[in-house]
């Protein structure tokens, strides 16, 4: 076993015992949410949660889960947990199980972000159960794929396949920009277990999904050319291509929205990272500069543990000009592990 903390972590959250509902699993567990009749709901207050979540969503786009997560978990708990418990027509109590599927899954992936895992798997776990129960299959894939990214981004490639895999068993009707979100998760997780040719086949059908969705519509706020460009970048990576994932992300960053601000604090430390990899120190310099630009405005967990391994890296060259520069800003900014 890995002797880091993150080695350690990921053991213990990804072990066999962990597994994973399957659709037919979860329909009839409504009783777990319907324990009591505190009010009647009805479509507004359902309207409400989607529109909240859709804000809290973009609240952790732009400042991080750390950020936006405590308010998520307040929302669940003071108001879409009565709301949960309520009486109401069937329909509309099936849209709001529906609706909170959605938030706790928002609220695990901000978890994670934050570095909670094991907190992101119980409200990801809820999230699978609530979708389940309303018929939900698009939520239900999304957090299995989210679910999957976790397991990634812990070195846990087989779990991660799994997940990835039973993601796109239980979307068996999706839309081509839902395939293309589905087929880069598994390309990845191929990846990881060093697959090469199970990833390159994901990432084609990726890509021509992807084609496919945009020549019908373009749709902010989803899984988009830049996304595809991240798994692409990833892919490479995994498979030791670091020249061809650097390409990759810079395409993504060149392409990515604005709004994206948490994501791009990232990304663009991780390009930074292959670039140094690559021998391109006043490149990679020039880009880590680039992440310190959005830093001190979000809070996250997977940003700050880019940062330091940005100041462990080029501490290897204390004497070099561009080093120093970016020494004398970041440690003002980067916070102790």
Request: aromatic fraction near 6%; charge should be neutral.
């Given at each position: 076993?890995?002797?880091?903390?993150?080695?350690?972590?990921?053991?213990?959250?990804?072990?066999?015992?962990?597994?994973?509902?399957?659709?037919?699993?979860?329909?009839?567990?409504?009783?777990?949410?319907?324990?009591?009749?505190?009010?009647?709901?009805?479509?507004?207050?359902?309207?409400?949660?989607?529109?909240?979540?859709?804000?809290?969503?973009?609240?952790?786009?732009?400042?991080?889960?750390?950020?936006?997560?405590?308010?998520?978990?307040?929302?669940?708990?003071?108001?879409?947990?009565?709301?949960?418990?309520?009486?109401?027509?069937?329909?509309?109590?099936?849209?709001?199980?529906?609706?909170?599927?959605?938030?706790?899954?928002?609220?695990?992936y901000m978890a994670v972000d934050e570095g909670r895992h094991g907190l992101a798997q119980q409200y990801y776990l809820?999230?699978?159960?609530?979708?389940?129960?309303?018929?939900?299959?698009?939520?239900?894939?999304?957090?299995?794929?989210?679910?999957?990214?976790?397991?990634?981004?812990?070195?846990?490639?087989?779990?991660?396949?799994?997940?990835?895999?039973?993601?796109?068993?239980?979307?068996?009707?999706?839309?081509?920009?839902?395939?293309?979100?589905?087929?880069?998760?598994?390309?990845?997780?191929?990846?990881?277990?060093?697959?090469r040719d199970s990833a390159l086949r994901f990432m084609r059908d990726a890509e021509?999904?992807?084609?496919?969705?945009?020549?019908?519509?373009?749709?902010?706020?989803?899984?988009?050319?830049?996304?595809?460009?991240?798994?692409?970048?990833?892919?490479?990576?995994?498979?030791?291509?670091?020249?061809?994932?650097?390409?990759?992300?810079?395409?993504?960053?060149?392409?990515?929205?604005?709004?994206?601000?948490?994501?791009?604090?990232?990304?663009?430390?991780?390009?930074?990272?292959?670039?140094?990899?690559?021998?391109?120190?006043?490149?990679?310099?020039?880009?880590?500069?680039?992440?310190?630009?959005?830093?001190?405005?979000?809070?996250?967990?997977?940003?700050?543990?880019?940062?330091?391994?940005?100041?462990?890296?080029?501490?290897?060259?204390?004497?070099?000009?561009?080093?120093?520069?970016?020494?004398?800003?970041?440690?003002?900014?980067?916070?102790?592990?």
């Amino acid at each position: 076993m890995d002797p880091t903390r993150r080695g350690v972590i990921g053991a213990s959250l990804f072990s066999v015992a962990l597994t994973i509902p399957g659709w037919q699993d979860v329909i009839g567990r409504e009783d777990a949410v319907r324990s009591g009749r505190m009010a009647r709901i009805g479509m507004p207050e359902v309207n409400a949660v989607v529109r909240m979540t859709d804000r809290l969503s973009s609240l952790d786009d732009e400042f991080g889960g750390r950020h936006a997560r405590p308010m998520a978990a307040a929302y669940l708990v003071n108001t879409v947990g009565p709301y949960l418990r309520a009486d109401g027509p069937d329909a509309v109590r099936s849209a709001m199980m529906s609706a909170a599927s959605d938030l706790c899954y928002l609220t695990g992936y901000m978890a994670v972000d934050e570095g909670r895992h094991g907190l992101a798997q119980q409200y990801y776990l809820r999230a699978l159960e609530l979708a389940g129960i309303a018929g939900d299959h698009l939520t239900y894939c999304t957090t299995l794929r989210g679910m999957s990214v976790q397991a990634v981004d812990l070195g846990h490639g087989r779990r991660a396949m799994q997940l990835a895999d039973a993601a796109a068993a239980a979307a068996p009707v999706a839309g081509p920009r839902m395939q293309a979100f589905l087929a880069g998760q598994q390309a990845h997780s191929a990846a990881a277990l060093g697959d090469r040719d199970s990833a390159l086949r994901f990432m084609r059908d990726a890509e021509k999904a992807m084609d496919i969705a945009e020549s019908e519509s373009k749709a902010f706020g989803s899984y988009d050319p830049s996304s595809l460009a991240y798994h692409l970048s990833q892919v490479r990576y995994a498979l030791r291509d670091v020249k061809g994932s650097v390409a990759a992300m810079q395409e993504s960053d060149r392409t990515r929205h604005d709004v994206y601000q948490r994501g791009r604090v990232r990304h663009r430390a991780t390009l930074a990272e292959r670039q140094f990899e690559l021998g391109h120190l006043e490149a990679a310099c020039a880009t880590w500069h680039q992440a310190l630009d959005d830093y001190p405005n979000v809070q996250s967990g997977r940003a700050d543990e880019r940062m330091r391994t940005m100041l462990r890296m080029i501490a290897r060259h204390p004497g070099n000009q561009h080093v120093q520069g970016l020494y004398e800003r970041a440690r003002i900014l980067v916070p102790a592990a």
